[in-house]
């Protein structure tokens, strides 16, 4: 019975949202939108229980693990002084001096460097599948040379050439591989969905 129920509400909570796709009424999208308002307030609802976790996890491996203990103590120390930071803020003008340094010149920083970091991993990554070995590696390169060559300043009528090539393998095979690719995403997950709202998947309630 534990098992039962959630697998019926999933259900029927799922049947009513995808039939609401097919009914084109005002008290549908209301029900949608409600449903989607429940949505909102379970997430904020389930902030907490994510912290809470978070913390407990990261105190642990401070105390078991020598290895993450400096890394646990710097999660615990920013999260405490984001914390703090945000409840000083002025709730009538939204104004907080510190949070909005905090968040500018350490978060966005942070984040900064990691996608600098991103891009000399994708530099050493193309370099070593644009190795011609294969057929398919060498159209790879050939093609990545091409349109990376639209970049550089290239004289006439070598530019305009080349700027119609490159539109041409971004509009036809680029564009048929994406829309293949999105195509096999959306069977995926409606084969998926279809597998929760019959019970077949129940990864969500802690099963295998």
């Known amino acids: 019975m534990r098992s039962r129920i959630p697998l019926f509400l999933v259900f029927l909570t799922g049947t009513i949202m995808v039939a609401q796709f097919f009914v084109p009424h005002e008290y549908s999208e209301f ?3 409600y ?3 429940f949505v909102i307030v379970i997430g904020i609802l389930a902030m907490p229980v994510g912290i809470v976790s978070l913390m407990s996890a990261t105190v642990r491996k401070a105390r078991s693990e020598p290895r993450e ?12 002084v984001m914390l703090i930071a945000g409840l000083k803020r002025d709730w009538f003008t939204g104004d907080s001096t510190l949070h909005a340094h905090l968040f500018d010149s350490v978060l966005m920083a942070g984040q900064s460097t990691i996608f600098s970091l991103l891009a000399f991993y994708l530099a050493s990554a193309a370099y070593r599948a644009f190795r011609a070995r ?9 093609t990545a040379f091409v349109v990376m060559l639209r970049l550089i300043p290239l004289p006439e009528p070598l530019a305009r050439w080349d700027a119609a090539l490159v539109r041409w393998i971004l509009e036809v095979p680029n564009m048929a591989a ?3 690719i999105i195509i096999g995403v959306g ?3 409606i084969t998926y969905s279809v597998k929760i709202l019959l019970g077949l998947e129940r990864a969500y309630m802690g099963g295998d």
């Open 178 to 180: 994406k829309r293949a």
């Open 69 to 80: 203990r400096l890394y646990s103590l710097a999660t615990i120390a920013g999260f405490a």
């Open 134 to 142: 294969t057929l398919l590696a060498a159209l790879l390169l050939v």
């Open 187 to 189: 069977l995926g997950a």
């Open 35 to 37: 449903a989607d308002d």
């Open 31 to 33: 029900a949608f939108q």
